[in-house]
């Protein structure tokens, strides 16, 4: 299995986020003054906006990635798409179809070596939401649906990339066996990808990230664990990407990070979407 099939708009990629909104998500990210669910909205906001940019050339948006993004917990034991009347968007619809725009601030060095505030217009494609249970099997049977669809159409594609981000356990089953389903699918290039990344709220046990083993894992924190299972073995292309920012990998590294805080969670993110855009055509 080689993740190297080369991504065009004929053979685009496809990349799903699933995005727990729970109750617990209203909690305070770890290392934060913000909660989960308003730092993971914005860090997928400002993902997708990366993805656009890697996908833009001198004729606009190209659409080399299709893209979903599945919410569970809004309601009572549902999951559903999160983007507006539709499932799976080539990623030029998203581009131009944010639900608003957001002025923003950042510090730019100037020339002189001056701090200066500057503001930038953001577009924001989905809101931050902390609502009701877990109901995670059912954001991955959906996901599961969508790619089942994606796959028969197409074969020969880069496999997809399903990245779930959430900070508590499932309140509707188990989703292990649901998760072990979806990286037996494959395309001709290479079973699905999953990657979890398990949100924290405190800081008193250390952020693990890409752990090759549970043993390294608490003994006591079984959900842990159970992400760890259902996390994908990280291909060569990630970890090259995952030892050039320092970080310890080995062949039995999963796709998972263990009581992540966001500069984790922006990694995570970062390596899980930047290595099939180095197979853009």
Same mark, same amino acid.
Request: charged share 25%; net charge negative.
């Given at each position: 299995?080689?993740?190297?099939?080369?991504?065009?708009?004929?053979?685009?990629?496809?990349?799903?986020?699933?995005?727990?909104?729970?109750?617990?998500?209203? &909690?305070?990210? $770890?290392?934060?003054?913000?909660?989960?669910?308003?730092?993971?909205?914005?860090?997928?906001?400002?993902?997708?906006?990366?993805?656009?940019?890697?996908?833009?050339?001198?004729? $606009?948006?190209?659409?080399?990635?299709?893209?979903?993004?599945?919410?569970?917990?809004?309601?009572?034991?549902?999951?559903?798409?999160?983007?507006?009347?539709?499932?799976?968007?080539?990623?030029?619809?998203?581009?131009?179809?944010?639900?608003?725009?957001?002025?923003?601030?950042?510090?730019?060095?100037?020339?002189? $070596?001056?701090?200066?505030?500057?503001?930038?217009?953001?577009?924001?494609?989905?809101?931050?939401?902390?609502?009701?249970?877990?109901?995670?099997?059912?954001?991955?049977?959906?996901?599961?649906?969508?790619?089942?669809?994606?796959?028969?159409?197409?074969?020969?594609?880069?496999?997809?990339?399903?990245?779930?981000?959430?900070?508590?356990?499932?309140?509707?089953?188990?989703?292990?066996?649901?998760?072990?389903?979806?990286?037996?699918?494959?395309?001709?290039?290479?079973?699905?990808?999953?990657?979890?990344? &398990?949100?924290?709220?405190?800081?008193?046990?250390?952020?693990?990230?890409?752990?090759? $083993?549970?043993?390294?894992?608490?003994?006591?924190?079984?959900?842990?664990?159970?992400?760890?299972?259902?996390?994908?073995?990280?291909?060569?292309?990630?970890?090259?990407?995952?030892?050039?920012?320092?970080?310890?990998?080995?062949?039995?590294?999963?796709?998972?990070?263990?009581?992540?805080?966001?500069?984790?969670?922006?990694?995570?993110?970062?390596?899980?979407?930047?290595?099939?855009?180095?197979?853009?055509?």
């Amino acid at each position: 299995m080689t993740y190297n099939a080369e991504i065009s708009r004929r053979n685009p990629g496809l990349f799903i986020f699933l995005i727990d909104q729970s109750r617990s998500m209203s &909690h305070k990210l $770890g290392g934060t003054l913000r909660s989960k669910s308003q730092e993971a909205a914005d860090a997928i906001n400002r993902q997708i906006y990366e993805l656009i940019y890697r996908c833009t050339k001198s004729d $606009g948006v190209r659409d080399y990635f299709d893209i979903g993004i599945i919410g569970y917990g809004a309601e009572s034991n549902t999951a559903q798409s999160l983007l507006k009347d539709s499932d799976l968007v080539p990623i030029s619809r998203l581009a131009e179809t944010p639900l608003r725009m957001e002025t923003r601030k950042e510090t730019l060095t100037d020339p002189e $070596g001056n701090d200066v505030e500057s503001e930038f217009e953001f577009p924001v494609w989905f809101e931050p939401v902390a609502n009701s249970n877990t109901p995670m099997v059912k954001a991955f049977k959906l996901a599961k649906e969508w790619i089942d669809d994606w796959i028969a159409e197409h074969q020969d594609s880069y496999p997809p990339v399903v990245i779930n981000l959430s900070d508590g356990a499932a309140t509707d089953g188990d989703p292990l066996e649901l998760a072990q389903e979806l990286m037996t699918m494959s395309t001709t290039d290479g079973n699905v990808l999953v990657w979890n990344c &398990h949100l924290s709220e405190a800081k008193e046990a250390k952020p693990l990230t890409f752990p090759s $083993g549970t043993d390294v894992l608490p003994s006591n924190d079984k959900f842990a664990r159970q992400l760890f299972e259902m996390s994908s073995i990280l291909p060569e292309g990630f970890m090259s990407l995952a030892e050039e920012r320092s970080l310890e990998v080995s062949e039995t590294s999963r796709a998972y990070v263990f009581n992540a805080g966001l500069d984790e969670l922006m990694e995570l993110l970062d390596i899980g979407t930047r290595a099939p855009t180095d197979n853009l055509q």
